[in-house]
């Protein structure tokens, strides 16, 4: 069975511009959330997709925005890049929501 | 004052030995619990997930939740040098059902 896939796994960006990571989350899962983990502030919630509706939405900047797709493949961008945005964005996938949670490795992003 | 409060360690243990991973937590409605272990540049890994108050155990690992002290615990037996890892802990309530709370981590490293 395969796991959660997020590409591209490394990002390099320069200030202002925009990015768009991508996740394909377990066969069957229709709930996908993303998180972002730096060493200072750890693991944060960003948002959470189930049946390509927001469900549940993290306190950042209306520069994050995500989506996701029939097939619950979800994406997520970011516009308008700051140095602070350099960080692991991690992708998780659950059944439900209501169970646990299986993530990806990651797109490490960083922003110069 | 964070929601969920982890000591990050270090901690550094013989291999054998048993481990205490330790969070604390100020929101009552947390209802689902789980710990999970990062190595380094992948993604968190799900260890137990347990509902309400109580104790669960899976091989090594075993899982207490005290909702009453606000406070859950891992255990794991029998510490592996493979054991080495970040290890966080996680909890959400009932109605945010995609949002999960994290601890900062706890890093282990278990000496051979």
């Known amino acids: 069975k395969a796991g959660v896939t997020q590409t591209p796994r490394y990002l390099i960006k320069t200030r202002g511009q925009q990015v768009t990571l991508s996740c394909s989350p377990i066969s069957g899962h229709r709930s996908v959330s993303w998180y972002q983990q730096t060493p200072g502030q750890g693991l944060q919630f960003l948002f959470e997709?189930?049946?390509?509706?927001?469900?549940n939405k993290g306190n950042f900047p209306g520069r994050f925005s995500g989506r996701q797709f029939s097939n619950s493949r979800s994406e997520m961008n970011v516009s308008t890049l700051e140095l602070g945005d350099s960080a692991l964005y991690l992708c998780?996938?659950?059944?439900?929501?209501?169970?646990?949670?299986?993530f990806g490795s990651g797109t490490r992003l960083t922003v110069v | 004052q964070k929601e969920v409060e982890q000591d990050p360690g270090p901690l550094s243990v013989p291999e054998g030995a048993i481990v205490s991973l330790n969070c604390t937590y100020s929101n009552s409605a947390f209802q689902y619990f789980m710990w999970y272990r990062q190595y380094s540049r992948k993604g968190p890994e799900l260890l137990m997930y347990t509902y309400s108050s109580g104790n669960k155990e899976d091989g090594r690992f075993t899982a207490q939740v005290d909702k009453s002290s606000k406070y859950i615990s891992l255990f794991i037996r029998d510490s592996q040098p493979s054991d080495s890892a970040t290890y966080l802990c996680?909890?959400?309530?009932?109605?945010?059902?995609?949002?999960?709370?994290f601890g900062q981590g706890t890093t282990l490293q278990v000496k051979p």
């Open positions: 997709y189930f049946s390509e509706t927001q469900r």
């Open positions: 998780a996938s659950s059944s439900t929501g209501v169970d646990g949670y299986t």
């Open positions: 996680a909890m959400k309530n009932s109605s945010n059902t995609g949002k999960l709370i």
